[in-house]
């Protein structure tokens, strides 16, 4: 008897989140793991609902299902959704939003997706409902930062950041989250993507910022701490949106007018919300006008 496919899936993709959940060590927030649970669980229960798995089959519960998963980032959820859309299983026919989401899941490096795309077209990049996040519930106080950097960086990196982000109007502990997340305080690190650095500045900041030597941790700093600056005035004070930019670019942020949908973003994000203990950091409005995708 052949077996479907989509059974594997909740296993295969179990054993993904929990390799992602992983990869950051000791110093990847707890949180991490549970969002990675909540994924695969929702994905389990989406894939029961679309295909009638032990549950009646109800295509509108497992479309819902999907998009909360997507929203968190899961790729093979963006692509399921995608593939539901492409053949109209249990929703109304759409190559537009079928593209949506498959171009979601190919922007996070699933193959398929990216197949799939050539079947329905680009993306129009029109966000559907479902993909923005629930009003948000009233502000609470800032929680304090989750580590202390002094016990964790090196003196000198430490004692570099401490004087000079002031100066960019930047608080250290910002700063300081931002290395520790992108190159763990090595001054020699260079990524697959050919980011630099301490703060692994790709080779087009390093020309905007003008930083000549990227392996040089003073030129380094300098060229990250001006870029968070005005990413701070461009986002208006937003951690989460400065940090979401930081890793997956400013563009990307204002194209889903949020935290992207992608894994790897979205735990970056909330580890350094954890580090610095605060949603909110101050900004000087004239360094740059405010992102117009901002409400």
């Not at 399921?80 to 859309?85: A, D, F, P, Q």
């Not at 650095?197 to 080779?203: D, H, N, R, V």
Request: hydrophobic share 40%; net charge neutral; with cysteine.
């Amino acid at each position: 008897m052949r077996m479907r496919f989509s059974r594997f899936l909740p296993v295969l993709m179990a054993t993904f989140c929990t390799a992602v959940a992983a990869q950051g060590g000791d110093s990847t927030p707890n949180g991490a793991a549970a969002d990675g649970n909540l994924i695969s669980r929702l994905r389990l229960e989406a894939i029961a609902y679309e295909h009638g798995e032990g549950v009646p089959r109800d295509p509108v519960l497992a479309t819902a299902l999907y998009c909360k998963g997507a929203r968190l980032g899961d790729a093979q959820a963006q692509y399921n959704l995608g593939w539901m859309y492409a053949n109209g299983r249990g929703v109304e026919r759409s190559d537009q939003m079928a593209a949506f989401f498959f171009q979601l899941a190919a922007e996070q490096g699933l193959e398929a997706a990216q197949r799939m795309l050539k079947v329905v077209g680009a993306s129009t990049g029109e966000v559907p409902d479902c993909m923005h996040d629930p009003a948000l519930p009233p502000a609470t106080p800032a929680a304090q930062p989750s580590v202390d950097y002094r016990t964790i960086a090196p003196r000198k990196i430490f004692d570099l950041v401490t004087k000079m982000a002031p100066q960019y109007q930047v608080e250290p502990q910002l700063a300081l989250a931002i290395i520790a997340a992108e190159s763990n305080f090595n001054s020699l690190a260079l990524s697959p993507k050919n980011a630099q650095g301490l703060m692994q500045l790709i080779p087009q900041t390093s020309v905007r910022f003008n930083v000549k030597n990227p392996y040089d941790p003073v030129q380094n700093i300098r060229g990250g701490l001006t870029y968070l600056r005005w990413l701070l005035a461009y986002f208006r004070g937003d951690v989460a949106l400065v940090a979401a930019a930081y890793n997956a670019g400013e563009g990307t942020v204002e194209r889903y007018r949020g935290v992207p949908p992608y894994l790897e973003t979205q735990a970056y994000v909330q580890r350094i919300l954890k580090s610095v203990g605060a949603s909110a950091h101050p900004f000087d409005e004239t360094v740059t006008r405010p992102s117009p995708s901002l409400p």
